[in-house]
């Protein structure tokens, strides 16, 4: 059996594709174990360190790199045929942990609510838009965490939280986490959510709705690109390449955009109509994941004492 840890939100349809494909054509099982969060996936993942379960890690994301090179927990292997659609995805040049898919966590808003959306850092500090944004918390959110880090990076350490304390009367709520700020937000309760640059596509492909849009601010978004890799020490070496080899395939990637509701990382893959009408930012913006794990609980102590 080949054993593949993941996490919740993880495509059925990838899964699906994935057991079958094995099945098929070497004859392998593989098993799933799904795991609520990426924080309770790594935990087991380093609980286990030395005798591992899984084979296969899929679903972390590049906030991680920092710590999966400390802590060792995957193997070097360079997927055959990996080709990506920008060499800026190739997050980890060891090969140990490889892109699957990515998106932009930038801004969305309700253009039926706001006809006039904010253009810039700066258009989002009006007094027109008190209380009107929804964002996540940092410390328990992975956007939320993204986001602090989009602001380090356009304003940097010395003016991050000066900004934080400008935007703070327009933002409505600080939810712990993704879904429960998003519902406000699709409830109408606010008209600007902090979200992914793919959601607009989520609901014109499965809602045939085109009220909700990206609000790009500096024409850039910041990256988060969800990584694979080899658990180090892995039993089952082979079929553990076999599925590397398969995520980065334009068979699987093909299936990307509508079941994980991110970019596929394959420059073969046509995107579905939905998510090529959506506005996209014209880079995306990182930090160096070493000096974000050295500097970040200092970052969110900071941050946490001015949103009190």
Do not use: C
Request: charged share 25%.
């Amino acid at each position: 059996d080949l054993v593949v840890y993941t996490y919740d939100a993880f495509g059925e349809a990838l899964e699906k594709a994935v057991v079958e494909k094995f099945r098929t054509t070497w004859g392998v099982t593989v098993r799933f174990s799904r795991f609520e969060d990426t924080g309770g996936l790594y935990n087991r993942l380093y609980l286990e360190r030395g005798r591992p379960v899984a084979d296969v890690a899929v679903g972390l994301d590049n906030t991680y790199l920092a710590r999966l090179e400390k802590d060792g927990l995957f193997q070097p292997y360079r997927p055959a045929g990996l080709a990506l659609v920008d060499e800026t995805l190739l997050v980890d040049p060891d090969y140990r942990a490889i892109p699957f898919d990515y998106g932009g966590v930038t801004l969305n808003y309700d253009s039926r609510a706001l006809p006039n959306p904010p253009t810039s850092w700066e258009g989002l500090l009006d007094a027109s838009l008190r209380r009107k944004i929804v964002v996540m918390n940092p410390a328990t959110s992975s956007p939320g965490r993204s986001f602090l880090l989009f602001t380090i990076a356009v304003f940097g350490e010395d003016g991050y939280l000066d900004y934080w304390r400008r935007l703070k009367p327009n933002i409505l709520t600080v939810t712990p986490g993704w879904s429960e700020g998003y519902g406000l937000y699709t409830q109408g309760e606010a008209p600007i959510v902090l979200s992914y640059d793919t959601s607009p596509a989520y609901h014109r492909q499965f809602e045939d709705e085109t009220r909700y849009e990206n609000l790009i601010l500096g024409d850039s978004a910041y990256a988060q690109v969800e990584v694979a890799g080899i658990v180090t020490g892995a039993a089952n070496l082979v079929n553990a390449r076999r599925l590397m080899d398969y995520l980065v395939s334009p068979e699987l990637q093909t299936l990307i955009p509508l079941s994980q509701v991110m970019y596929p990382v394959h420059p073969g893959v046509k995107l579905p109509e939905a998510f090529a009408a959506v506005r996209r930012a014209g880079s995306l913006v990182s930090m160096d994941e070493r000096k974000v794990a050295d500097k970040l609980d200092a970052w969110l102590q900071a941050w946490e004492a001015v949103m009190r």
